[in-house]
Structure formats: C-alpha cells, structure tokens
C-alpha cells in the first residue's frame, strides 16, 4: 500500500492508503477527522469541502494521493488554538444557519472560499449563487445567507483576525 | 413570562447550545462512532425490480480479500429471524383487515423493488466489502414489473405478493359517501380536478447508518442508528423481528442528520447489522451511500387523486369529495398505511366549514422502493386538494380568491369537521390578513404590468392551510389503528448542586431541542440556562419515548416536562418546608427562591436541591430524599397550526422557467419557544415544498428502474432556487396542552407546494399543469394556454 504525507490542520501526518482512497476516507477513518461528511456520490452535495493549498475542495473528488505534500484545512482546523471561533463560524451560529449541522462544515469551508474570491462584500445573489455546490435540506438556506453575508463582514472587520485560511 | 428570564426564557430567540459541536466537526453522527474491531457491511442488491431467486452463490465472495463472513436470505430465516412490519391497521370498507405481505430484511425468495437486498458481505473495509460484492452471483428470474400506482390494480397487472390479489393493500373510506352525493347533487357549480402528488425521496443530508455490537459476556446487543425514535426502532426489533429481548438490546440514535420522517422506519439495514454482529460477533457497521439512500430510504406522496368540489351559487362550498389512489411501494413501512388515511383525509375541510366530505382510498403495491411519512405526511396531500380546488373554484365562478376564501373559513370552535377532526382554536382571517399585508397584496397588479413589459407573466397564489399536529393521543389513534400510543416522557433530574438534567423521549435531528428544552425549564425554575441539559437518543438513558416526528416534540415532549416539573416544585416546597421550619401549604416558589408567604424567610434553588439529597432536614419517613420526577404525557387532542402561504413567481415566456419572486408566510403555531428555532423551520419546510412544486420528483421507468438515482437526476432545491421568505407569526394557543405549542415542524412543506401551482397557474392562464412545476412543464402548458389579463 502506498503511504502518503501532507499537512493537516497544521499538523504533518502520513498514512497507508490505497490508490483509491479518497482524501475524505484518509481524513474521516485514518485521521479520525470526523467533521468532514458525506453526503452524496456525484460530488454535489458540498459536505465534504475542505481547503486544499488554499482553495476549496471537495474531498470526495480528490485521491488522497493526489493530495502528497498539500496543505489541507478542515473544519477542525478554523478555530483558534485557545478555542475563538472564527467568525464565520460564529456567524453561523448568530444567523441559525444550521439545524441538523451536516452540511454545515462544508458551508462554513466553501463560505470562506467565497469571500477568498469575491471579498467582505457578498450580496444575497452572489451568495445563493456560489452556494450551488452545497446541499442544505434542512434550513431553506435562507439564514445560511444571511450567516455567510454576517461572516464575510466581520472577516473584513478584524472582528476577526483572519481573513481567509491558509 | 417571568421578568427575570426574558433573555433566556419561552419566547426568546436564544442561540443554539448544540451549534458549537457542529460548526466546529465535533458532532457524533453514526458513521463517526467506530467500535474496536469494526468491520463493514455492504449489501448485494437487486438490480431487478421484480423477480425470482433461483440461486444464489456467495461462495467466491467469502474467499475474497478482507472478508469475514457473506450471509443470505437463506440464513437469515433459518435463523428465524421474523420480518419487519407496518404498525398501524387499517380496515377496507368492507371490515377486512389491510394486506400486510411479508417483508424480510433479506429476501430469499423473490425481489420486489430495485435495491431490495439479497445478501450482506462483512469486510474489513467497505473497499473489500464492495469488491466481494461484485462477486456473488444471483441468477434472477426476472418478472414483469408493476410500477405506475393507477394501473396496479388492473385485470392485466402482474400480482406482486401472493394472496393479495390486485396489488391491493386496503380500500378505505372516510366521511358521509349520501350525504356528499346528495350536495353535488344540489350544487350550482363542481369544480373538478385530477391531481398527482408527486413522488419524493427525502434525502435528509446524512444517510442513514447502523452500528451494531454484540457483547457475547452479556449476551446483548448495542444499535448505534440514524433513528428518529430509538425506543420505538429498539421495541420493534425486540417484540416483533425477535432479535433479542428489549432489556438486552440497547438503541443509541446519536447526532443524526435531518430525518424528514424518513429514518422514523425500522429498516432491512439495521436488524441486518444487528444479526450479523451476534453472527460474526465483532461490530458491523453499514453506512449508506447516497445512491441506496434514493433506492432504501422510504419515499414520500406519490398519490393520484380525482377531486371535486360543490358549491353554492354564492360560493359557499357543500361538499367536497375525492378518490385517491395510494402507492405504498413493494413492501408496508412501519407508519405506510396511516399516511393516506388518518392522516389525509382527516384533513380535507381544511380551513373551511364544509357540511359533507367523502373521500376513498385504495393503497396499493408497486415494484418501487416503499412509501411512508415524509415531512407533512398526507397533510401536504390534503392540502393540496383542497386548496387546488378552492382556488381553481373561485377563477372558475369569477371570485376572488381570497373573497372564496372569507366565506367559507370556520370562525367559531370548537368545530367538529366531517372528517373525525375537532378544531379546538383558530383565526384564519386573522393569518390571511396579516399576509395580505405583508405580501403587498394591493400592489400586485401594478408588478404584473411592469413583469408584462419585461416579456415575463406574473402570478399570485395562495395556500390556506391547516394541519393536525402533536400527534396524538393515544386511545384516539389506538381506535383507528394505530399499534402504538403516542404520548411522551420527560424525567426531570435535579441534581444535589442545582444543576437539571431533562431526560425527553424526544428526539432532535436539527430541531433544537437542547436549547428550546432548555429554555422552558430554566425560566420555569428560574435556574440559569446553562445548568440545564437535555439529554435524549439513547434506551440506556431515557427509559422509553415515542421520538419526533409530526410536528409533536414543543406540544407533547414539552407538555411531559411541564407535567414533570410541577411536580418538582411540589416535592421541592416539601424540602423547603422543613429547611424553613414552615408548613408547605405557606411555601411560595418564584424566580428560584422559595419563601414563607408573608416572610423574609427564603431559600435558594441550590439550597433546596443540596438539601433534597443531604436530607438532613427531614427524615426517611416523613419524605423521601432525592429531586427527581417522571410524567408520562398523553394529550387529549391534536393541535391544529394553520395559517396563510402566499407566493408571487414571474413565469418566463420564453423558457417556462418560473422565479419565485416572493414569499409570505403567516403561520399561527399557538405559543412559540424560539422564534428564530420557529422560523427556520417554516423556512425549510417551505424549502421542501417548493422542491416538491418546482423541481423535485422521483421517476420509475417501466421497469421500474430509478431513473432519478442521484444528485444528478433529483434536482434537489439549492440556494439560487429559492428566494428568502418573509415569515410572520399570528397566535391562538391549543388549549389542550398547558404551553399552548400548536407545533411548527412540518407546517411550511405543507402549505407551500398549493401556493406556487395556484401561482403558476394563475399567471400562465391554464390549470394544466403538474408537479414538478419544471421549466419544460410550464413551457408546455404555455404552448396550450391564453394567459390572462394583467389586473
């Protein structure tokens, strides 16, 4: 079995995978990082966006082979080491932008790559509109809009001390 | 309202406790929990939608790479492992008893739907689990399939299980059939209508998943499942499928995501796992993809209904009456038989006094995946007739919708329907008005002018509906079927240092109820909001529930923990009687302090509940030590949420693609907990619901092959579908639980899919059209329509 090497959460780690184990499953069942979901099998549902070097990714679409010598962030990894939350987080929590909380790692994960790419500044439109790879059946989105638009504001604030994640 | 627990208290949009484990990933969901020397479960299924087992043959699957064991159908029965049942009778019109077929977790026999499971390959990973799968060979003897619902029934339909001739389950009725033919027959105008509800796969984000472990030391078994009900799962499997008796068998339902009725069901799945884990004796686990979720999970509606409505010639409705055929898939779920039935046509007055109601149904079996409740359950069914009918009556008479409406709303109660239903509270004009207004009613002629410049038709449409909710009590259903009382449980735990532990039969997969519990007791004991905690999802803790589902969590699961703190306070004045040296009868308790009436004299929460197990005040004989209490909470009525839907869409002539421009919901759900809690619920019931209008539909080939197999084919709504909704709240408390929660869960996917067809159909001009509602649908109805005049 080929191992692999990347960077999780800051943390370096190997593993013995399978050329067909997906970055999801290295996450979930060897690194025992649970928050990333699974939701679906065509890579639409959204639950499992993590950032690979930066960019949102949908784990279930990426080997983890491909991901040797990445940097990945998941979920785990946006709170501070002392425990703040980052505001995006904390904005989903304001807004009630969850109910059942499974699609909501990979929407706070692609919330942030959306205000990577379009700024602090998203309007209801933008954000329905680059939320089209994650599913919510639950909340009618309509607060997830509302947290996100909250969250991309306070990141722009330095109510927050980042502004993206690396 | 207690001034001292606003902020916290009933009423407040407090900010969930649960938020902080799920936007951080440290939620425990079935397919995170991982026992020691777990192993994987995948399963063979069938890829015929009806068809014989001649053989099958796992014998190169058993040698495979990581696998422990592959068991059949054939085991499972010699094993005397009973079958899976539905849990609610119902009789046809002639007294006969409904159609139950036999329902194995595995099939042995004979295959009636497309992912009926055959066999079951134990791995070590599900990598080698699916690669063994791949080798076990079936040989099928495929038989011609029965899929669509109207023809099941006909002489020329394949019959699917043996003795139940036609492929039918139950022919029932409900209401006065004379007395309804009698007002049509004196009516000035019917209004008709044939209607299908679309067939919907729930597709709850998390798919369902069964972790099972067999301790051989105690002979007893632990289900960690995506369950909305353990007790009731663990009951089922106990008492009918005979896995293990009750006090051996253990049900956990962690951190489960979403459930829309769908994980209610006790499925193949899990009494699978739970049999092969005493077999293999090491954990199974099985976690679904989202693939079997469409082909496994219980689907939803999936009804044909022919409606007609008789009125006078001043609009005032006589009678209404409707036949509709019920597809119950290839097997009875545990709820199938309730849904068309007691949950359907109890619901046909709607908001409206109508002095005759017939209705029929006949339930079938299809070659298709099995039906039962999905959010709404029959209401959103009921809903729909009526409110087609009405709305398409008063464009068919030259009424305003909303004028139709006025006339015919019941404005005194209680009100006994035609129906069994008793309405106990409500104001209907109330809701409407308050809607009117804030979907600037009056200024929709003028927006349909300026939409009629763009190249795009605009329509208005309303839903006035109704539902029965918090369900139920339980002789009342026990009476028409139900196997099961309905009631629930709360245990109330004090503890020594004044911190509450709520034990709720309940279940919470997104509902919240570790905040909105949470809030009710604290301001009720005057404690603060983070020294309670609800505990809820496992046998071990909460000694029996009914679980969540049809909308009954704030109206029976709260009115439980109300019964179980009255009588906390009356054992807590005992203790402060004697801490106090003063007779009980003078202890007044308030903002958590007891006090001697006419006194200085108190003492405090936490000195009460130290006292209660310090029990040095009082001796064993004059009062037992300990806080602790128990209700078990059986209501004396439904409750009825009602309320008022109105959607706005411009319609694009070129395209048929519909925009839903605006959404108003004025919903009167009796007392409200958590506003916010509230409203996000309307919000993703009327997400569910405009999916069911516009986008959504499961689709059976005449083979009966899902053609709508995954996120590719089933347009499940997503954020640039929907528009954000205006919701607003009107109030008259049920007076049958001591709140006054009328329940608010299931109310949006209710109302909402009558809203946007009476909108569509009314800026189009034609009511030709179906559900889904998709662009080619309206395009379609388009070619064939004038649409009608901007007002």
């Given at each position: 079995m080929p191992a692999v090497s990347m960077t999780v959460n800051g943390k370096p780690v190997t593993g013995d995978v399978e050329a067909r184990t997906l970055l999801v499953q290295f996450l979930r069942e060897n690194l025992r990082l649970t928050g990333t979901h699974v939701g679906c099998d065509t890579s639409q549902c959204g639950a499992c966006v993590v950032h690979v070097d930066g960019i949102a990714a949908k784990s279930c679409t990426l080997l983890a082979l491909q991901c040797e010598g990445a940097k990945v962030t998941t979920i785990e990894g946006l709170a501070e080491p002392g425990g703040a939350l980052h505001p995006m987080q904390e904005a989903f929590r304001e807004h009630h932008g969850l109910q059942c909380g499974y699609c909501t790692p990979g929407m706070i994960m692609a919330a942030l790559d959306i205000v990577r790419r379009r700024g602090n500044e998203l309007d209801e439109h933008t954000i329905r509109e680059q939320l089209d790879g994650n599913i919510c059946r639950c909340t009618g989105y309509h607060n997830i809009v509302k947290a996100i638009a909250a969250g991309a504001k306070n990141m722009g604030k330095g109510g927050g001390s980042r502004q993206a994640v690396e | 309202m207690s001034a001292t627990s606003s902020a916290t208290g009933i009423g407040a949009s407090v900010r969930r406790k649960e938020d902080f484990r799920f936007i951080t990933g440290k939620g425990q969901y079935t397919d995170d929990v991982v026992r020691p020397g777990e192993t994987r479960a995948v399963f063979v299924r069938s890829p015929h939608a009806h068809a014989k087992i001649k053989s099958i043959d796992v014998n190169a699957a058993r040698k495979m790479p990581g696998v422990v064991d592959v068991l059949t159908g054939a085991q499972l029965a010699t094993d005397k492992i009973g079958n899976l049942i539905c849990g609610w009778m119902i009789h046809s019109k002639d007294g006969s008893p409904m159609k139950m077929s036999a329902h194995p977790a595995l099939a042995a026999s004979k295959v009636n739907c497309v992912g009926d499971a055959v066999a079951?390959?134990?791995?070590?990973?599900?990598?080698?689990?699916?690669?063994?799968?791949?080798?076990?060979?079936?040989?099928?003897?495929?038989?011609?399939?029965?899929?669509?619902?109207?023809?099941?029934?006909?002489?020329?339909?394949?019959?699917?299980?043996?003795?139940?001739?036609?492929?039918?389950?139950?022919?029932?009725?409900?209401?006065?059939?004379?007395?309804?033919?009698?007002?049509?027959?004196?009516?000035?105008?019917?209004?008709?209508?044939?209607?299908?509800?679309?067939?919907?796969?729930?597709?709850?984000?998390?798919?369902?998943?069964?972790?099972?472990?067999?301790?051989?030391?105690?002979?007893?078994?632990?289900?960690?499942?995506?369950?909305?009900?353990?007790?009731?799962?663990?009951?089922?499997?106990?008492?009918?499928?005979?896995?293990?008796?009750?006090?051996?068998?253990?049900?956990?339902?962690?951190?489960?995501?979403?459930?829309?009725?769908?994980?209610?069901?006790?499925?193949?799945?899990?009494?699978?796992?739970?049999?092969?884990?005493?077999?293999?004796?090491?954990?199974?686990?099985?976690?679904?993809?989202?693939?079997?979720?469409?082909?496994?999970?219980?689907?939803?509606?999936?009804?044909?209904?022919?409606?007609?409505?008789?009125?006078?010639?001043?609009?005032?409705?006589?009678?209404?009456?409707?036949?509709?055929?019920?597809?119950?898939?290839?097997?009875?779920?545990?709820?199938?038989?309730?849904?068309?039935?007691?949950?359907?046509?109890?619901?046909?007055?709607?908001?409206?006094?109508?002095?005759?109601?017939?209705?029929?149904?006949?339930?079938?079996?299809?070659?298709?995946?099995?039906?039962?409740?999905?959010?709404?359950?029959?209401?959103?069914?009921?809903?729909?007739?009526?409110?087609?009918?009405?709305?398409?009556?008063?464009?068919?008479?030259?009424?305003?919708?909303?004028?139709?409406?006025?006339?015919?709303?019941?404005?005194?109660?209680?009100?006994?329907?035609?129906?069994?239903?008793?309405?106990?509270?409500?104001?209907?004009?109330?809701?409407?008005?308050?809607?009117?207004?804030?979907?600037?009613?009056?200024?929709?002629?003028?927006?349909?002018?300026?939409?009629?410049?763009?190249?795009?038709?605009?329509?208005?449409?309303?839903?006035?509906?109704?539902?029965?909710?918090?369900?139920?009590?339980?002789?009342?259903?026990?009476?028409?079927?139900?196997?099961?009382?309905?009631?629930?449980?709360?245990?109330?735990?004090?503890?020594?240092?004044?911190?509450?532990?709520?034990?709720?039969?309940?279940?919470?997969?997104?509902?919240?109820?570790?905040?909105?519990?949470?809030?009710?007791?604290?301001?009720?004991?005057?404690?603060?909001?983070?020294?309670?905690?609800?505990?809820?999802?496992?046998?071990?803790?909460?000694?029996?529930?009914?679980?969540?589902?049809?909308?009954?969590?704030?109206?029976?699961?709260?009115?439980?923990?109300?019964?179980?703190?009255?009588?906390?306070?009356?054992?807590?004045?005992?203790?402060?009687?004697?801490?106090?040296?003063?007779?009980?009868?003078?202890?007044?308790?308030?903002?958590?302090?007891?006090?001697?009436?006419g006194t200085d004299k108190s003492a405090a929460w936490g000195d009460v509940s130290l006292n209660a197990y310090v029990a040095h005040k009082f001796t064993g004989a004059e009062l037992e030590p300990g806080l602790k209490e128990t209700s078990f909470y059986d209501p004396t009525n439904f409750t009825f949420p009602a309320g008022c839907h109105i959607c706005e869409v411009e319609v694009d002539i070129e395209t048929g693609k519909t925009d839903i421009v605006n959404w108003t919901a004025v919903d009167d759900f009796g007392t409200v907990i958590n506003p916010m809690i509230v409203e996000g619920q309307v919000h993703g019931g009327i997400a569910q619901g405009i999916g069911q209008a516009l986008l959504e539909g499961a689709v059976y080939d005449k083979d009966g092959q899902l053609v709508s197999g995954s996120f590719m084919d089933y347009s499940m709504p997503h954020a640039h579908d929907l528009p954000s909704f205006q919701v607003g709240l009107t109030e008259t408390k049920s007076p049958s639980n001591p709140l006054g929660i009328k329940g608010c869960g299931e109310a949006g996917a209710i109302a909402s899919p009558a809203a946007v067809i009476n909108a569509i159909t009314d800026a189009i001009g034609t009511e030709n059209l179906a559900m889904p509602a998709t662009a080619n649908a309206v395009w379609s109805a388009l070619q064939g329509a004038k649409p009608r005049q901007a007002a």
């Open positions: - | 079951v390959v134990i791995a070590e990973t599900v990598a080698q689990g699916r690669d063994a799968a791949e080798t076990v060979k079936v040989d099928y003897e495929v038989l011609q399939a029965v899929v669509d619902p109207a023809k099941a029934q006909d002489k020329g339909a394949l019959q699917i299980h043996a003795d139940i001739p036609n492929n039918t389950i139950y022919q029932w009725h409900l209401g006065d059939q004379k007395a309804t033919a009698a007002a049509f027959a004196a009516a000035k105008h019917i209004t008709k209508l044939d209607i299908v509800n679309n067939r919907l796969v729930p597709n709850a984000m998390e798919p369902r998943a069964a972790l099972a472990e067999y301790d051989v030391g105690n002979d007893s078994l632990t289900l960690w499942n995506t369950s909305q009900n353990p007790h009731v799962s663990r009951l089922v499997i106990a008492a009918f499928v005979g896995m293990a008796p009750e006090h051996k068998l253990r049900v956990i339902a962690p951190d489960v995501g979403g459930g829309f009725g769908s994980k209610i069901f006790i499925y193949p799945e899990e009494v699978v796992c739970l049999w092969a884990a005493r077999k293999v004796q090491r954990p199974v686990k099985w976690t679904s993809d989202r693939s079997e979720a469409f082909l496994t999970d219980a689907h939803g509606r999936d009804h044909v209904t022919h409606a007609e409505l008789a009125l006078d010639a001043g609009g005032k409705i006589l009678a209404l009456r409707a036949k509709t055929i019920a597809n119950l898939g290839a097997y009875m779920s545990t709820f199938s038989s309730s849904v068309p039935t007691y949950l359907y046509g109890t619901l046909l007055s709607g908001q409206y006094d109508i002095p005759s109601i017939y209705c029929e149904v006949d339930a079938v079996y299809t070659n298709t995946a099995p039906v039962d409740a999905y959010r709404g359950a029959g209401r959103p069914e009921a809903t729909f007739v009526v409110e087609r009918l009405v709305e398409v009556a008063a464009r068919q008479m030259g009424i305003e919708p909303t004028e139709l409406r006025k006339r015919n709303f019941i404005k005194t109660f209680p009100h006994q329907t035609p129906v069994i239903m008793a309405y106990d509270a409500g104001d209907y004009l109330a809701s409407m008005k308050k809607a009117l207004e804030i979907a600037d009613v009056k200024g929709f002629g003028k927006r349909k002018r300026e939409s009629a410049h763009n190249g795009k038709l605009r329509g208005l449409g309303y839903s006035t509906y109704i539902e029965a909710c918090g369900i139920a009590p339980s002789q009342a259903v026990g009476s028409l079927g139900a196997g099961v009382g309905l009631w629930e449980s709360a245990e109330v735990r004090v503890n020594p240092t004044g911190s509450v532990e709520v034990l709720t039969g309940c279940h919470a997969h997104g509902q919240g109820h570790e905040t909105t519990f949470a809030q009710l007791v604290s301001e009720r004991l005057g404690i603060p909001f983070e020294n309670v905690s609800i505990v809820h999802g496992d046998t071990d803790k909460v000694q029996f529930g009914m679980g969540t589902y049809g909308s009954r969590s704030g109206a029976v699961g709260m009115s439980a923990i109300v019964k179980a703190l009255d009588k906390i306070e009356i054992k807590a004045k005992k203790v402060a009687a004697f801490m106090l040296e003063a007779a009980e009868g003078d202890i007044e308790f308030k903002d958590g302090k007891f006090t001697v009436a």
